[in-house]
């Protein structure tokens, strides 16, 4: 795996002051919402849970799993989260990279009341879709298949 990626804010955090960090781990202990999206189920537990992301996190903040992974994964990682306090979205994205560009990807998600707290940061560039009580990688898999 390689460093982190620190990309510019979205438009909806241009009125917020921009604060340098030392460490990823300070970055999440100053965060409401930490997002990641990384290939491998097993990457995101390492980065989260051994690379001290949820420790870091303040209690109530949100992590965002943006991966394509299991829905077993999905619910470690969430209670991974709960022992440290934190909350997750599962939220997998789908789209291509023309729809990227457009801001018009479809953001799943499942993570009950903390999906209500980060669709505002969805809606900056993504098509936010929530079913209730339905986890991300459930709505993934069938937003593939209907072509939503």
């Given amino acids: 795996m390689s460093g982190p990626v620190v990309r ?26 930490v997002a990641l999206c990384l290939s491998e189920d097993s990457d995101t537990v390492e980065v989260a849970d051994r690379g001290r992301r949820l420790r870091s996190m303040h209690h109530g903040a949100v992590l965002v799993n943006h991966g394509t992974g299991l829905p077993q994964a999905a619910r470690e990682l969430a209670q991974l989260a709960a ?20 801001r018009q990807l479809t953001t799943m998600g499942g993570g009950q009341s903390a999906m209500e707290r980060v669709t505002p940061v969805f809606e900056t560039d993504s098509r936010p879709w929530q079913r209730p009580l339905t986890p991300g990688r459930t709505a993934a898999s069938a937003e593939d298949r209907t072509g939503r």
């Fill in 83 to 102: 022992a440290h306090g934190a909350h997750v979205v599962d939220s997998p994205v789908s789209g291509g990279h023309a729809v990227a560009v457009a």
């Fill in 8 to 33: 510019s804010p979205s438009k909806c955090l241009t009125a917020t002051r921009d604060t340098a960090h030392e460490t990823v781990a300070e970055l999440a202990a100053a965060s409401g919402v």
